[in-house]
């Protein structure tokens, strides 16, 4: 009887000590969600699966970190959804900060991002302009002289038209649903070139077996993962530093604004020992992405000069024609939409 009666006791306060801990005040108190602005299998989803563990790992309180896939209107949807989740620190979102730009700079947000929570950055991928092996573009100077298409998705257009500005040449997109469809457009010859982050740019020219070639990056340097491929000035393009500031897609982790500043610490602090972990840059490496992480105040100054610069360069939509003529390459190449997912 006596044992049975120092069990209950000893389990009592066992429960009494947990429900304390869970409402103690201290975060994260409860589990913690990434909402991510495209759908399951593309390289924003990966990324944010391979960084949860780890999150988990060095959050304070042992807490689960899930995925929320929030695709639509690409990245409109996720980032409203973001926005709406409140300052709570529970919800967090690993978005895309080019894209987040172009909707501040089209008026597309109601909310300044400047004001947002940012908690780090995972990676920053310059952009790779690739060429079909039959559309007779060799260099910069060809795309100045000739005629071409450009294949494109709604997230690349901005990028894109600002690329051809730099280069003096005329832009002709045609407009796809994902990089899928644009890179299997580009091998059966249904457009010429085409731009993606690295990581897609790399698979799709290897994966090609030699229709596809990447012309130069869009980046100051040449890429560790790319060496082969030369960057503008190389050949020849001095561009401004808007386009650089455009030119690449960088994941980055933001909160609502007004979350409190204990829970962003403990968040921003948790993000960067993450992105440190040895295992993850592997894990990272082994899915063809390299780490590169910014402080806050780095993402608010890529932030501010990336809206500077696609409101400066005016591009509001797609033209019809360019939509017709990527929804008819898709149609005869019997491709079904995926989304962007870079």
């Known amino acids: 009887?006596?044992?049975?009666?120092t069990r209950c006791l000893i389990l009592c306060v066992l429960l009494?000590?947990?429900?304390?801990?869970?409402?103690?005040?201290?975060?994260?108190?409860?589990?913690i969600t990434i909402i991510v602005p495209f759908k399951p299998g593309g390289g924003f989803d990966l990324q944010a699966r391979l960084?949860?563990?780890?999150?988990?790992?060095?959050l304070p309180n042992r807490v689960h970190v899930l995925i929320e896939n929030v695709s639509g209107a690409g990245g409109k949807m996720a980032a409203?959804?973001?926005?709406?989740?409140?300052?709570?620190?529970?919800?967090?979102?690993l978005i895309g900060l080019e894209s987040i730009a172009f909707m501040r700079a089209?008026?597309?947000l109601a909310d300044d991002p400047q004001n947002w929570s940012w908690l780090g950055q995972l990676g920053s991928e310059p952009l790779v302009v690739a060429v079909t092996s039959g559309s007779g573009l060799k260099s910069p100077a060809d795309m100045k002289t000739k005629n071409f298409r450009f294949g494109v998705t709604s997230e690349m257009l901005p990028s894109a038209a600002i690329l051809c500005r730099a280069l003096g040449a005329r832009f002709q997109p045609v407009h796809f649903d994902g990089s899928g469809e644009v890179v299997l457009a580009a091998i059966c010859g249904?457009?010429?070139?085409?731009v993606f982050s690295w990581p897609?740019?790399?698979k799709s020219v290897r994966d090609s077996q030699g229709k596809l070639a990447s012309l130069f990056v869009a980046s100051t340097a040449r890429l560790a993962s790319m060496p082969e491929v030369p960057t503008l000035a190389e050949l020849g393009i001095e561009a401004e530093a808007g386009v650089y500031a455009v030119s690449a897609v960088s994941r980055v982790i933001a909160a609502p604004s007004g979350i409190d500043a204990k829970a962003r610490e403990i968040l921003i602090s948790a993000i960067e020992r993450a992105a440190r972990d040895p295992q993850f840059v592997e894990q990272m490496k082994h899915a063809e992405f390299e780490v590169v992480t910014a402080d806050p105040d780095s993402i608010r100054a890529k932030l501010?000069?990336?809206v500077e610069e696609f409101a400066r360069a005016e591009i509001t939509h797609m033209s019809g024609a360019g939509e017709a003529q990527g929804r008819q390459a898709a149609a005869t190449n019997n491709v079904s939409p995926i989304g962007r997912n870079q």
């Open 190 to 194: 249904d457009v010429d070139t085409w």
């Open 200 to 202: 897609t740019a790399l």
């Open 304 to 306: 501010k000069a990336a």
């Open 80 to 93: 409203a959804q973001l926005a709406r989740s409140g300052p709570t620190g529970y919800t967090i979102g």
């Open 51 to 58: 960084l949860a563990p780890f999150l988990e790992k060095y």
């Open 16 to 31: 009494a000590s947990c429900a304390q801990r869970k409402d103690d005040g201290s975060f994260p108190a409860r589990n």
């Open 106 to 108: 089209t008026g597309q």
């Open 1 to 5: 009887m006596r044992l049975k009666t």
